[in-house]
């Protein structure tokens, strides 16, 4: 399964996501941002790679169907609902993340 994880700027939640999500077997993730100075920017490449999209805000998942709505046909894109308050790798973070997944993934 091929996670895509999304929030503005891929410092902080998306990156942690893919960290995260990375350690559980059968899972590739990757994180990108949806702001054109992200580390790893959103692109159509990784939309169309992904199985599942997993957006932190409403905000997030509104852009990426705005952007790239044609490549989004058959593609499941579900919000998180993780605020922008945490840090890289926080341990609140990352059990956030770990308890949100089973709800979008069999494990």
Known sequence: MNLLCVCSENRRRSATAEVVYSEYAG???IGAGTNKDAVN???GDLIEWADLILAMETQHREKISQKFRSQLKGKRLAVLAIPDRYEYMQP?????LQAKLPKYINL
């Not at 609140?92 to 956030?96: A, D, F, K, T, W």
């Open 27 to 29: 899972i590739e993730a």
């Open 41 to 43: 920017p959103i692109s």
């Open 92 to 96: 609140e973070l990352v059990r956030l």
